[in-house]
Nanobody, 124 residues
Framework: QVQLVESGGGLVQAGASLRLSCVASGLIFSTYAVGWFRQAPGKEREFVASISWRGGSTGYADSVKGRFTASRDNAKNTAYLQMASLKHEDTAVYYC?????????????????WGQGTQVTVSS
Protein backbone atom coordinates (compact mmCIF):
# COMPACT_ATOMS: atom_id res chain seq x y z
CA GLN A 1 0.00 0.00 0.00
CA VAL A 2 1.46 3.29 -1.13
CA GLN A 3 1.39 6.16 1.31
CA LEU A 4 2.62 9.72 1.12
CA VAL A 5 2.45 11.62 4.38
CA GLU A 6 3.03 15.36 4.53
CA SER A 7 3.96 17.27 7.65
CA GLY A 8 5.40 20.61 8.66
CA GLY A 9 2.49 22.90 7.97
CA GLY A 10 1.27 25.47 10.43
CA LEU A 11 0.31 29.05 11.14
CA VAL A 12 3.05 31.62 10.58
CA GLN A 13 3.36 35.33 10.01
CA ALA A 14 4.18 36.84 6.65
CA GLY A 15 7.91 36.72 5.99
CA ALA A 16 8.46 33.54 7.96
CA SER A 17 9.74 30.20 6.71
CA LEU A 18 8.45 26.66 6.88
CA ARG A 19 9.75 23.33 5.70
CA LEU A 20 7.29 20.71 4.55
CA SER A 21 8.20 17.03 4.50
CA CYS A 22 6.69 14.21 2.50
CA VAL A 23 7.52 10.69 3.64
CA ALA A 24 6.78 7.91 1.18
CA SER A 25 6.23 4.21 1.78
CA GLY A 26 5.08 1.26 -0.29
CA LEU A 27 6.87 2.34 -3.48
CA ILE A 28 10.40 2.58 -4.79
CA PHE A 29 10.66 6.23 -3.96
CA SER A 30 13.86 6.85 -5.90
CA THR A 31 12.11 5.97 -9.16
CA TYR A 32 9.42 8.63 -8.80
CA ALA A 33 9.51 12.32 -9.44
CA VAL A 34 7.80 14.34 -6.73
CA GLY A 35 5.51 17.27 -7.20
CA TRP A 36 4.20 19.76 -4.69
CA PHE A 37 0.78 21.28 -5.20
CA ARG A 38 -1.47 23.54 -3.19
CA GLN A 39 -5.14 24.30 -3.03
CA ALA A 40 -6.66 27.37 -1.47
CA PRO A 41 -10.36 27.54 -0.55
CA GLY A 42 -12.50 28.01 -3.62
CA LYS A 43 -9.58 27.57 -5.99
CA GLU A 44 -8.28 24.75 -8.12
CA ARG A 45 -5.27 22.71 -7.12
CA GLU A 46 -2.17 24.33 -8.56
CA PHE A 47 1.38 23.27 -9.22
CA VAL A 48 4.00 24.65 -6.86
CA ALA A 49 7.25 22.74 -7.42
CA SER A 50 8.70 19.50 -8.67
CA ILE A 51 11.87 17.51 -8.31
CA SER A 52 13.15 14.72 -10.49
CA TRP A 53 13.71 11.20 -9.23
CA ARG A 54 17.37 11.76 -8.52
CA GLY A 55 16.93 15.36 -7.47
CA GLY A 56 18.98 16.76 -10.30
CA SER A 57 16.19 18.80 -11.80
CA THR A 58 13.65 21.06 -10.15
CA GLY A 59 10.84 23.25 -11.40
CA TYR A 60 8.80 25.99 -9.81
CA ALA A 61 5.69 28.01 -10.38
CA ASP A 62 6.45 31.63 -11.11
CA SER A 63 4.65 32.66 -7.93
CA VAL A 64 7.13 30.81 -5.71
CA LYS A 65 10.31 30.96 -7.75
CA GLY A 66 13.18 32.28 -5.66
CA ARG A 67 11.31 31.68 -2.39
CA PHE A 68 10.61 27.92 -2.37
CA THR A 69 13.13 25.12 -2.77
CA ALA A 70 12.34 21.47 -3.46
CA SER A 71 14.75 18.76 -2.36
CA ARG A 72 14.73 15.08 -1.54
CA ASP A 73 16.62 12.42 0.35
CA ASN A 74 16.02 9.09 -1.33
CA ALA A 75 17.78 7.22 1.47
CA LYS A 76 15.03 8.49 3.78
CA ASN A 77 12.20 8.18 1.25
CA THR A 78 11.50 11.83 1.94
CA ALA A 79 10.92 14.93 -0.13
CA TYR A 80 11.04 18.46 1.22
CA LEU A 81 9.66 21.84 0.31
CA GLN A 82 11.54 24.69 1.97
CA MET A 83 9.39 27.80 1.92
CA ALA A 84 10.82 31.23 2.70
CA SER A 85 9.46 34.77 2.66
CA LEU A 86 5.96 33.43 2.99
CA LYS A 87 3.10 35.62 1.88
CA HIS A 88 -0.56 35.63 2.81
CA GLU A 89 -1.39 34.37 -0.67
CA ASP A 90 0.67 31.22 0.02
CA THR A 91 -2.08 30.12 2.41
CA ALA A 92 -3.40 26.75 1.22
CA VAL A 93 -3.39 23.03 1.81
CA TYR A 94 -0.13 21.69 0.42
CA TYR A 95 0.08 18.24 -1.14
CA CYS A 96 2.95 16.11 -2.30
CA UNK A 97 2.48 13.67 -5.15
CA UNK A 98 4.54 10.99 -6.86
CA UNK A 99 4.91 10.66 -10.62
CA UNK A 100 6.32 7.41 -11.99
CA UNK A 101 6.62 8.43 -15.60
CA UNK A 102 7.70 11.99 -15.62
CA UNK A 103 9.73 14.75 -14.12
CA UNK A 104 8.53 18.26 -13.64
CA UNK A 105 5.05 17.74 -14.96
CA UNK A 106 2.66 20.39 -13.71
CA UNK A 107 -0.74 18.81 -14.32
CA UNK A 108 -2.17 17.02 -11.27
CA UNK A 109 -3.71 14.23 -13.34
CA UNK A 110 -0.22 13.03 -14.30
CA UNK A 111 0.59 12.04 -10.75
CA UNK A 112 0.02 8.52 -9.49
CA UNK A 113 -0.11 8.92 -5.73
CA TRP A 114 -1.06 11.75 -3.40
CA GLY A 115 -0.65 12.62 0.23
CA GLN A 116 -3.46 13.85 2.45
CA GLY A 117 -2.18 17.40 2.58
CA THR A 118 -0.93 19.76 5.27
CA GLN A 119 -2.36 23.18 6.01
CA VAL A 120 -0.18 26.26 5.68
CA THR A 121 -1.67 29.51 6.92
CA VAL A 122 0.20 32.78 6.57
CA SER A 123 -1.14 35.75 8.48
CA SER A 124 -0.61 39.16 6.99
Amino acid sequence: QVQLVESGGGLVQAGASLRLSCVASGLIFSTYAVGWFRQAPGKEREFVASISWRGGSTGYADSVKGRFTASRDNAKNTAYLQMASLKHEDTAVYYCAADRLGSGRIEPHNYDYWGQGTQVTVSS
